[in-house]
């Protein structure tokens, strides 16, 4: 069975720092793309970031890119999201996804982890 | 970056209609177009990639149409277990965006 299985959300102040991981298991992790997707409580989905299968090509959305960075370890079987310079726009749940073909439609998810920004 | 709409913003539908959502992009994407469902406080789920390929254990009910600029999600006959909302993205280049999604609820 797939999993994908996120955690290190907190709540953090504005400028400081968080990573996210992600476990991942039921499947070949260095076979596959992976995502982060975040969304705002209340509010739609919003691609964050990519990384290829073995961790040497990445993507940022524009609100994150030179914050945010994307890496994986295939011998853990784990992504990560190292979150930098933190802002109140940053709050939300972030999700771990698997890209399925290749082609950026995601077919399984994690079940989330809460990051809140706030002083 | 490209730019996603849906419409309608929500609907209000009765088990057994037939419901279109229409998608549409600022810009051609071919058929780099996903489809995804998702219900309140769970993760969401992905029921059409590549514009019209159902993705696995999704049931038939639902289909995907179009190429370009404009898609389309309908679901055949709604069910109660397809009251959720539902977004579209676009995959043809990063960033990969997400429409603001359409709501269904119960009529």
């Known amino acids: 069975e797939v999993q994908l299985v996120e955690s290190g959300g907190g709540l953090v102040q504005p400028g400081g720092s968080l990573r996210l991981s992600c476990v991942a298991s039921?499947?070949?992790?260095?076979?596959?793309?992976m995502h982060w997707v975040h969304q705002a409580p209340g509010k739609g989905l919003v691609w964050v970031s990519r990384?290829?299968?073995?961790?040497?090509?990445?993507d940022y959305a524009d609100s994150v890119k030179g914050r945010f960075t994307i890496s994986r370890d295939n011998a853990k079987n784990t992504l990560y999201l190292q979150m930098n310079s933190l802002r109140a726009e940053d709050t939300a749940v972030y999700y771990c996804?698997?890209?399925?073909?290749?082609?950026?439609?995601?077919?399984?998810w994690g079940q989330g982890t809460l990051v809140t920004v706030s002083s | 970056d490209i730019q996603m709409t849906q419409s309608p913003s929500s609907l209000s539908a009765s088990v057994g209609d037939r419901v279109t959502i229409t998608c549409r992009a600022s810009q051609s994407i071919s058929s780099f177009l996903n489809w995804y469902q998702q219900k309140p406080g769970k993760a969401p789920k992905l029921l059409i990639y590549a514009a019209s390929s159902l993705q696995t254990g999704v049931p038939s009910r639902f289909s995907g149409s179009g190429s370009g600029t404009d898609f389309t999600l309908t679901i055949s006959s709604l069910q109660p277990e397809d009251f959720a909302t539902y977004y579209c993205q676009q995959s043809y280049s990063t960033p990969f965006t997400f429409g603001p999604g359409t709501k269904v609820d119960i009529k």
């Open positions: 996804a698997r890209d399925a073909y290749s082609f950026g439609a995601t077919d399984y």
């Open positions: 039921g499947f070949t992790f260095n076979s596959y793309w």
């Open positions: 990384i290829n299968s073995d961790g040497s090509s990445t």
